[in-house]
């Protein structure tokens, strides 16, 4: 599977983040998913031993949006329209996670994601569905100052 790149310091991907989750993203061409396993520190629960539920909305709208990059440029990037995220269940602390994400539905100007959170077992905690646009040039702008800390880190 391809490494897909990091920042400097985004609060799910950054390398540099001091409070980050670190989070590596990967794509699975075969399955056309971009793909992170994890684990969440009990620092970002809710309830005891629960995934605060802005910490997994994050990672889901992180995880879904990645998948416009797959099989285009690093550079395809977007921002989020919407997100709607179903709970299914509490999604533990502590415990190994993988989050998947993929394209629906692509348009000229942005696209339809969806993405969940699996158990190890495979049962499904958060779910989301998105719609992802071009991002506007004030953005692009900005992002030229730290465009030389996207990109894949050695482990």
Sequence with gaps: MRKQPNSRMCFL???QNPVGLK???????????VRVEFS???EYQGYPGVVHGGIVAAILDETS??????GNSDDNLMATLRLTIRYRRPTPTETPLT????VERMSGVGARVA?????????????CE??????????RTAWKNEEQYWKVYEE
Aim: net charge negative; hydrophobic share 40%.
């Design 13 to 15: 991907c950054g390398r």
């Design 23 to 33: 989070l590596t993203f990967y794509e699975d061409h075969e399955a056309e998913q």
């Design 40 to 42: 969440v520190p009990e």
């Design 65 to 70: 949006g990645r998948a416009v990059m797959l």
């Design 99 to 102: 989050a998947i994400g993929w």
């Design 115 to 127: 993405g969940e959170i699996r158990l190890p077992d495979g049962v499904v905690t958060a779910e």
């Design 130 to 139: 998105a719609t992802v646009g071009n991002v506007p040039d004030e953005f």
